[in-house]
């Protein structure tokens, strides 16, 4: 398996703009995370999939967050409308069973938004 | 709620010195833990976890950790640290009925000839 894989890499956007980020998990991981991380706040978990449906998405900052995993192989996180203050690298994980066992990280989408 | 802290920010090491990095979590019951360690521009590999059994527990590139339940601890050792070593380090608990991972602010590890 090609591991977590992210994309973009690396997104450039103006404020207001929509930004979506996407995720392919590991083939037969049951569990999904999204986690923010910047210097101020380290990292946060946003929000976390089991079986595709969303489990808990109390760290989801604003309603201008929203993530979605419409089946096993792909999810989205969606930031409309953008805000600099959304500057972050944002990274999917995925794990075969929640926190029991390892998650496994992508690379990371870097956000830039000016 | 389940919770995580790593109470350095910033560690520095000679290399060659002995390295321990502190985690202390808080949860009810015997909890999931684990260390990963992330380089930069990278995302975070698994170095080791403790579930259940012996409290020592054995890790990739060298390290190990120890759980201590009386002290709601499961810091991270190594004996002798390489310049290959330096990057950020997160102590993670399986939280929310281990449904999710919860991590600690990390500690960053800087390596001195």
């Known amino acids: 398996d090609a591991g977590v894989i992210q994309s973009p890499r690396h997104e450039v956007t103006e404020m207001g703009q929509e930004v979506t980020l996407r995720c392919k998990p590991i083939s037969g991981h049951n569990s999904l995370f999204w986690y923010r991380q910047t210097m101020m706040r380290g990292l946060e978990l946003l929000i976390y999939?089991?079986?595709?449906?969303?489990?808990?998405d109390s760290g989801m900052p604003e309603d201008r967050f929203s993530a979605k995993m419409p089946n096993a192989s792909f999810s989205t996180l969606k930031i409309q409308p953008s805000e600099p203050r959304d500057s972050a690298v944002y990274f999917c994980?995925?794990?075969?069973?929640?926190?029991?066992?390892?998650?496994?990280f992508g690379q990371g989408t870097r956000l830039t938004v000016v | 709620a389940q919770s995580v802290t790593q109470p350095d920010i910033h560690i520095t090491v000679s290399e060659g010195a002995s390295l321990e990095l502190r985690c202390n979590y808080s949860?009810?019951?015997?909890?999931?833990l684990f260390w990963y360690v992330q380089s930069p521009g990278q995302g975070l590999q698994l170095l080791l976890k403790?579930?259940?059994?012996?409290?020592l527990v054995q890790g990739i590139k060298g390290f190990e950790a120890e759980f201590k339940r009386s002290q709601s601890s499961f810091n991270l050792r190594k004996p002798s640290v390489h310049w290959s070593d330096a990057a950020e380090y997160f102590c993670a608990v399986g939280a929310g009925g281990f449904q999710k991972l919860v991590f600690g602010t990390g500690t960053r590890l800087l390596v001195s000839p």
């Open positions: 999939f089991n079986n595709n449906v969303p489990i808990d």
């Open positions: 994980a995925s794990s075969l069973e929640g926190g029991y066992t390892e998650a496994f």
């Open positions: 403790y579930f259940s059994g012996d409290t």
């Open positions: 949860y009810g019951a015997t909890p999931y």
